[in-house]
């Protein structure tokens, strides 16, 4: 920093005292997350997940050999770990070992960090405030309006407690690249945003939670991501009842109750379904919503005041039938639709209401073409005009009297003008690119182009006045379709 070759002692004995190494650092500090790693079945049809024990003060976890889970009337009995040898000792490790976060420790090093718990607590006082009726952000919408704590009061009333709201995801990727062909692998991330935090920073990489990556090379069938939501779902119950009691945050170093609560899953449609207990949009029961079946109704059924929508007491029904029907459950999921979840243990999860609209995947990948023409059969007119333009330029007819060769040159600069190009025109290579082709125009023609759209030409040398050359009106031109860019 001070841009001098010669250090003095001091200098040096502070670089030499820098660790090379950043654990030590993360150790002395406390910046490293408790994690508890859960051995998985390595069967894809099972996937049960084991916590592991410890024996007095030993730090090796201790694991069971086989999995004990019954399918179908009998155990899965496959193997969970394997020997690896450490520092000359066998040491039995999980096979395919699920890494888990908790959500207390990232929670309390959130609610550390300057102004963030300030503005987390401010959330509930803007939504009051909004009386307009215009919905800005979920805390304006009904449920969270309507929501209570586990007091029966409001949820925001907690006296001089933390009470924050969180959104749960589950997607799954292939880390190998959407590719066609090839080896299809699938990894899940389970991760949670806090909503009381501000938009602006709420989806910010250091402000999200990543509980737990579910490892491949497999999806979890059915039920099976249960087994990876479970540890979640145990903190979440302490979260919010009796809650968690921190000994020192930002804005109260002498400590503070704070309870927290899973208000919204937002996934894509089939890791959605999964997620909250429902079946497939392929299946009878397709909706999530309400009771429509593909039978009876169809997708192509409009009249909205038949349906029947889905209730809590009635989602709830169906998955305890699940649960305890045992070998016979699958009839319970033909009937109702629903299958057992693990965020029901949660006592103040809707089902019917808390599985929210993905908008990422609907409108910005374009899922909703697909929803129309795949699924509901509806063919939308083509567009004819692929490129949609930028700028519209509407001339006059003056240049109609002009040659064939000429207006055809028009069209073309008319065709320039409406391009995209604002992004190349930002670069001095862009511009000089599209200087070059304006330039090489006839000079009657970039005339009638800045008389046409009131521009100015923008000569090289700004004391030059009258006799533009072709590259001045190129230049002047440019300009303008940069000011009315922007």
Same mark, same amino acid.
């Given at each position: ?172 990727? =292939? ?121 009876? =109704?169809?997708?192509?059924?409009? =009249? ?183």
């Amino acid at each position: 920093m001070r841009f001098n070759p010669n250090l003095t002692s001091l200098d040096r004995k502070i670089l030499s005292d820098f660790p090379v190494d950043p654990r030590p650092v993360e150790k002395a500090f406390g910046l490293d997350p408790e994690t508890i790693i859960y051995a998985v079945c390595p069967d894809p049809a099972c996937q049960a997940t084991y916590a592991p024990k410890f024996q007095n003060d030993s730090p090796i976890p201790n694991y069971p050999s086989r999995c004990r889970r019954r399918r179908t009337g009998r155990r899965c009995n496959t193997q969970l770990l394997r020997p690896r040898t450490l520092n000359g000792r066998v040491v039995y490790t999980p096979i395919k070992p699920f890494v888990y976060f908790r959500p207390v420790d990232w929670l309390g090093q959130l609610l550390s960090r300057p102004g963030i718990e300030a503005e987390m607590d401010t959330a509930w006082c803007k939504s009051k405030d909004s009386n307009d009726g215009v919905m800005r952000d979920i805390f304006d919408g009904e449920t969270l309006r309507n929501f209570k704590g586990p007091d029966g009061r409001h949820f925001s009333l907690g006296n001089d407690e933390g009470r924050y709201a969180f959104s749960l995801s589950a997607d799954f990727f =292939n880390p190998l690249r959407n590719k066609q062909a090839g080896k299809k692998i699938s990894v899940g991330l389970i991760s949670l945003v806090c909503l009381n935090l501000p938009p602006h920073l709420r989806y910010k990489p250091e402000n999200i939670f990543l509980a737990g990556v579910i490892p491949g090379p497999t999806e979890p069938p059915l039920t099976a991501i249960n087994h990876f939501l479970r540890p979640l779902v145990d903190d979440f119950l302490k979260m919010w009842d009796p809650g968690i009691r921190y000994s020192r945050t930002d804005d109260h170093p002498h400590g503070r109750l704070v309870r927290c609560a899973i208000v919204c899953v937002v996934c894509d449609l089939p890791a959605a379904r999964k997620t909250a207990g429902f079946t497939s949009y392929a299946h009878n029961h397709f909706c999530a919503i309400c009771e429509c079946t593909r039978k009876e =109704n169809g997708y192509g059924d409009t =009249n909205l005041h038949g349906w029947k929508r889905r209730t809590n007491l009635s989602c709830r029904k169906a998955a305890k039938q699940f649960r305890r029907a045992g070998s016979a459950a699958e009839s319970i999921v033909a009937t109702t639709g629903i299958r057992w979840s693990e965020l029901l243990r949660l006592p103040y999860f809707d089902p019917s209401r808390f599985v929210v609209v993905d908008a990422m995947h609907n409108l910005l990948l374009g899922l909703i073409h697909e929803h129309f023409t795949g699924i509901l059969g509806i063919q939308l007119q083509p567009d004819k005009e692929k490129d949609a333009p930028v700028l519209r330029c509407d001339f006059t007819d003056t240049w109609t009297h002009l040659g064939n060769k000429e207006q055809t040159s028009m069209r073309r600069i008319i065709r320039w003008l409406e391009h995209p190009m604002s992004l190349q025109l930002s670069t001095e290579d862009g511009m000089a690119y599209w200087l070059k082709k304006f330039s090489n125009e006839k000079l009657v023609l970039l005339e009638l182009v800045c008389h046409e759209l009131q521009c100015a030409p923008v000569p090289f040398d700004p004391r030059k006045q009258g006799n533009f050359r072709r590259a001045d009106y190129a230049r002047g031109i440019l300009q303008w379709v940069n000011f009315s860019i922007l």
